[in-house]
């Protein structure tokens, strides 16, 4: 079984910055690609970056050149930097990962952090 445990979610005022983390625990021998998601009020959710083992990255339109996803050298541990927020950018944001265990793969997901930028 794998964890996932978001951190660092809360409210900021327009254009001001903002850092979630996420820690995966538990039993897996790879992780394969991370991302976060969004899903905003009324909305369905949507990929917001990912990044992959091998460190490349894709990011929502929307969001291309003010977030950034990053995993450190163990690369259990995911993150995304997010500057020059947005009153759009409100939603609850969760960290996803693919992991592989004695061959077999598994989709997991963290609990969601709020994210509210508003003045």
């Known amino acids: 079984q794998v964890q996932l445990l978001e951190s660092g979610g809360g409210l900021v005022q327009p254009g001001g910055s903002l850092r979630l983390s996420c820690a995966v625990s538990g039993s897996f021998s790879i992780i394969n690609e991370m991302g976060w998601y969004r899903r905003a009020p009324g909305k369905q959710r949507e990929l917001v970056a990912a990044i992959t083992g091998g460190g490349s990255t894709r990011y929502a339109d929307s969001v291309k050149d003010r977030f950034t996803i990053s995993r450190d050298n163990a690369k259990t541990t995911l993150c995304l930097q997010m500057n020059s927020l947005k009153p759009e950018d409100t939603a609850v944001y969760y960290c996803?990962?693919?992991?592989?265990?004695?061959?077999?793969?598994?989709?997991?997901w963290g609990q969601g952090t709020q994210v509210t930028v508003s003045s």
């Open positions: 996803n990962a693919e992991t592989v265990r004695l061959g077999a793969y598994y989709t997991s």
